[in-house]
């Protein structure tokens, strides 16, 4: 078998392309998120903590001189990342819950009985008529 051959079933198969979808919306959720920690809940986390905005937390290691630049470890980027991390850590696990939840009512929901079998009927309509002979 062929290399392109090999490539082609394996790229066309459902589960890769289900994981590139997954793998897009998930970068698309994760900007949303970013923004949302960024532009709605650390505001007023800042503000309730003094006004500080955490973004631009740093430590200043050297300081910068002439065309080189500073050294600086941005800790407030870091507090900033594991917000999102958080954020988007809970929104997951909620909507893992909530599947979980849905997957447990439909587990335990009576199912209906199966239709009898064709071969079924007829054994049913054979032990009957040897009732009635009977």
Do not use: H
Not at 5 to 20: H, L, P, R, T, Y
Not at 72 to 95: E, H, L, N, P, R
Not at 98 to 125: S, W, Y
């Amino acid at each position: 078998m062929s290399i392109m051959k090999e490539f082609k079933e394996f790229a066309v198969k459902g589960n890769v392309i289900d994981m590139a979808v997954g793998i897009i919306i998930g970068a698309a959720f994760g900007k949303i998120v970013s923004s949302f920690v960024g532009d709605v809940i650390m505001p007023p986390i800042g503000v309730l903590i003094g006004g500080i905005d955490f973004s631009s937390l740093a430590f200043t290691v050297k300081e910068a001189a002439g065309d080189v630049p500073a050294v600086v470890i941005s800790y407030g980027k870091f507090i900033q990342t594991v917000v999102d991390f958080t954020i988007i850590a809970f929104a997951i696990f909620i909507a893992v819950k909530g599947i979980n939840t849905l997957k447990r009512k439909e587990e335990a929901a009576p199912k209906a009985p199966p239709e009898p079998t064709a071969q079924e009927i007829l054994l049913t309509e054979i032990r009957d008529l040897l009732k009635e002979k009977s």
